[in-house]
């Protein structure tokens, strides 16, 4: 199914080593009666190994942006190419497919299970895809251990700090190592320090597995570290 949305030969071929392609993207939402514009116009587009941040005042559609490359929601009109995938044309089932292969997501808000140990949450990518527990498992410690809470393995999300969270949720979204993250706000909630340490461990992730990242942020000086900016209006 996914085959006969990816691009001709010749198509791929143009665009090189480019990982993200936003072409003149548009997402028009309902609000009540009327309908408004989430997202305007929207063009970029980023290479392999490359980080982009997103910029722009509230609302500006910078969370909407993300949602779309992810796809998570479909734009009202232009395109999203990732790697070989017409993004923006799939179904629903094709584009959950395409998630779990190829992208991974940090939020502001960590969204780790609360029911589940910081081993288990970031197995959990894995165990969807069917890999073995003991693979699982093990990639799980590794990740861990590069973001400095292989001592933490067994703890409850609930009993750890903030910034320890949201390295649980930024080990959880490397296990799969995606050639693409897409981050929306995800020192947003984090002191500066904090804020600092975590953007740099995921620039630092991103660099070691030759990923590409995409990430919204409302900090100039966080936004500084990425190779490009894109300011939403
Ligand atoms: N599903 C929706 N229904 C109604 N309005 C929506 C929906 N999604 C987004 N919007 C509106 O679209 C605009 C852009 O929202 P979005 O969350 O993308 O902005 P943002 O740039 O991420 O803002 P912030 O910096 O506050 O996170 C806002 O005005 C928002 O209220
Ligand atoms: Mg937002």
Redesign the pocket.
Known sequence: MIDSLVRRESDVKETGDTMVIVEKVE?K???GKHS????NKCSLSVKAGETLAIL??????????IHLIAGLERPTSGEIRVKKFLVSEMSDGDRAEFRKGNVGVIYQFHHLLPEFNVLENVMMPLKIKRVPHTTAKKKAWQILEKVGLEHKIKDQPATLSGGERQRVAIARAMISMPSLILA??PTGNLDRNNAYNVFRLILSLVKDHASSLIV?T?DLELAALCDNRKV?N
């Open positions: 997402k939402v309902q609000v408004i514009f989430a997202l722009g005042s509230s609302g500006t559609g910078k969370s909407t942006l929306d706000e919204a409302h939403l």
